[in-house]
């Protein structure tokens, strides 16, 4: 078989797709606007295999347009230069032209930029694919031409129907809890569960349990580390800590690490998490918490998962104060209302002769040898109720 399955399988029609009911199912926009022909310029950002690319294409079986695709990875301004000349003589036929540029993300400032004009005069209508949050990875000028449809990872059940599809039209004798596996082993992604699926059918072996593991190997973990998903773990992962919740806590993790996440960011974010959430309750933590730091700094990974596993799971574990991180913000609001005051002159060194003649220490109270009692170490002139009202 020298056509992909994926391409074999994909559906032409809005009816035959499978999953994202949200978007896609019966009485939703997506589907009205094919149906009446009016479709307006659009991204669709999804994980993965979840139909973005499968959408676009069902858009232009079923649209009155001529369909033209680009991938960002292979093209550039010169293609899109290509792309309006021909998309001004359909004008003049009256015929509307659909773009549609997988993985837009890809594209730089000056290329999307490119866009905008043919997009607000209708020339082009645009449909973008991407695996990032469009706020991060889309000009902000093109984002607001566009409409967003979020697309999410398949259910079991989508993809077991899909799993069916391509069972009968492989011939391929399958058992119930051996599709199922694909399905789990797929983290709803229908273009790995249909290569799991394929591997299967070229292997020529008996199908079983054990051969499914093997080809598949691990799941695909989608991860952006400089979009949303990267900061939607680490948010998850500070939380579960906050929450004592060390089970989750190391679960989310190992779901970074396997990702490939920088040891170095995930130890610094913990030393954060150790002052923050943990603070004077356990001082011992912020010493953890570093130690785990200077372990991923000396010896990386995978050496070094283990000494994160340890921290979090301390973390998670240790009792919790925020009364370090509010008296720090306490602070700052009253820096923010009073400025720069000046430091008490008898709190001030003396270095010179001069200083010292314009009573720079003087009637200074030495602590450990004299009773400070009465002694101000705060400036004249806060302002901030809050802060007076801070007891440490």
């Given at each position: ?69 680009l991938s960002a990875v ?77 697309l999410e990872n398949l ?142 700094a000396k010896i990386g ?92």
């Open positions: 078989m020298d056509i992909p399955l994926a391409h074999i399988l994909r559906p032409q029609k809005l009816n035959d797709f499978v999953g994202q009911e949200k978007i896609a199912g019966p009485n939703t926009w997506l589907k009205s606007v094919i149906e009446k022909d009016q479709l307006t310029s659009l991204i669709f950002w999804g994980p993965p295999g979840v139909g973005k690319t499968t959408l676009a294409h069902i858009i232009s079986k079923e649209t009155k347009t001529e369909f033209i695709s292979s093209s550039g301004i010169k293609d899109l230069k290509e792309i309006i000349t021909r998309a001004e003589e359909n004008r003049r036929f009256k015929k509307k032209t659909i773009l549609f540029i997988d993985e837009i993300h890809r594209w730089n400032k000056a290329q999307q930029d490119a866009l905008l004009p043919h997009i607000e005069n209708g020339l082009l209508i645009l449909i973008g694919a991407t695996t990032e949050n469009p706020s991060f990875s889309v000009n902000s000028a093109l984002l607001s031409r566009l409409k967003v449809l979020i259910e079991e059940e989508h993809l077991l129907k899909i799993i069916n599809r391509a069972v009968k039209e492989l011939k391929l004798e399958m058992g119930a809890r051996e599709k199922r596996l694909i399905a789990n082993l797929s983290a709803g992604d229908a273009r790995r569960a249909l290569n799991i699926v394929e591997a299967v059918f070229k292997s020529g072996e008996k199908v079983d349990l054990d051969l499914i593991k093997k080809l598949a190997n691990k799941p695909q973990l989608f991860y952006d580390k400089n979009g949303e998903e990267h900061y939607n773990l680490i948010s998850a992962l500070h939380k579960s800590i906050r929450g004592s919740d060390a089970k989750a806590s190391l679960y989310w993790l190992v779901r970074m690490i396997e990702s490939g996440e920088d040891p170095l960011y995930i130890a610094r974010r913990l030393i954060r998490f150790a002052s923050e959430d943990i603070g004077l309750a356990n001082n011992s933590a912020l010493m953890i918490a570093n130690q785990a730091f200077e372990a991923c990974l995978p050496e070094c998962s283990l000494a994160l596993a340890q921290a979090v799971i301390y973390l998670a574990k240790s009792k919790k104060s925020i009364a370090v991180y509010k008296a720090y913000n306490l602070t700052m609001e009253e820096i923010n209302q009073s400025g720069s005051l000046s430091v008490p002159v008898y709190l001030r060194n003396a270095p010179t002769k001069l200083m010292k003649d314009i009573g720079y220490g003087k009637d200074y109270k030495y602590t450990p040898e004299e009773n400070d009692e009465g002694q101000a170490y705060l400036p004249k002139g806060l302002r901030s109720a809050n802060f007076k009202k801070l007891t440490l």
